[in-house]
């Protein structure tokens, strides 16, 4: 299965979430690649660390999408080549959206369906799925349910209920080449990431 995690914003978690969901399924054994279409090489960095700290399992990066993979294909894609995003979206089985909680993010999001259509149409469209990522962890704060509830309104896509809220752990972990799982097992980041990536994997 191809996942594309995509966005047309920068900074809303792709890279980060990309890295955590593949090593989640190399912990559980399952066999997983990283491409890294991204200008930036985020995640071949991260993963250049996670070798360098020889943190076990190891994931392979791809710069282009291997055409025969055995298990899941996860893949992360920059907002500076654009053409590549419209390739890896034509191929893709699925696309991932983490959408942090604002309005901004909610128009760009609009604007992305329309070129998942634009990118697949004449083949098979992919599942869009999305869900809230670096989620306001105040109890008081109601953006959270705000924003899951106009997604809701937005054809064409499934909202998870699963949301990763903002949490250092996120941050911490991704520089030291682990999962957020890896480097703090039972806090609550992990806890979040577990639920994601069963609702995703399972
Ligand atoms: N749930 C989270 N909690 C806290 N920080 C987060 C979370 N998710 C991502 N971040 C942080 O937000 C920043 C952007 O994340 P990331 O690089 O994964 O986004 P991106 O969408 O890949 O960005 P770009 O568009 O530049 O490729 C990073 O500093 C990352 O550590
Ligand atoms: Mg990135």
Do not use: Y
Request: with cysteine; glycine share 8%.
């Amino acid at each position: 299965m191809k996942t594309v995690v995509g966005n047309l914003k920068g900074g809303t978690g792709k890279s980060t979430v990309a890295f955590n969901l593949a090593l989640w399924l190399a912990n559980m054994a399952r066999p997983v690649v990283l491409c890294d279409l991204d200008p930036q090489n985020t995640l071949r960095d991260a993963v250049d660390v996670r070798v360098e700290e020889g943190h076990m399992p190891t994931v392979s990066v791809f710069g282009s999408i291997p055409k025969q993979a055995d298990g899941d294909v996860i893949i992360d894609v920059g907002l500076s080549n654009m053409e590549a995003v419209r390739v890896a979206l034509g191929r893709a089985d699925r696309v991932l959206i983490p959408v942090t909680p604002s309005q901004a993010d909610v128009w760009a999001t609009q604007q992305f369906l329309d070129i998942i259509d634009d990118s697949t149409k004449g083949g098979k469209r992919p599942d869009v799925i999305t869900f809230l990522n670096r989620a306001d962890t105040h109890p008081a704060a109601t953006e959270n349910a705000e924003t899951q509830g106009v997604l809701q309104e937005i054809p064409g896509m499934t909202v998870l209920d699963n949301k990763l809220s903002q949490r250092m752990a996120f941050r911490r972990s991704f520089s030291e080449g682990m999962g957020v799982f890896e480097l703090e097992p039972r806090g609550k980041a992990a806890i979040e990431l577990n639920a994601l990536a069963e609702a995703l994997f399972a």
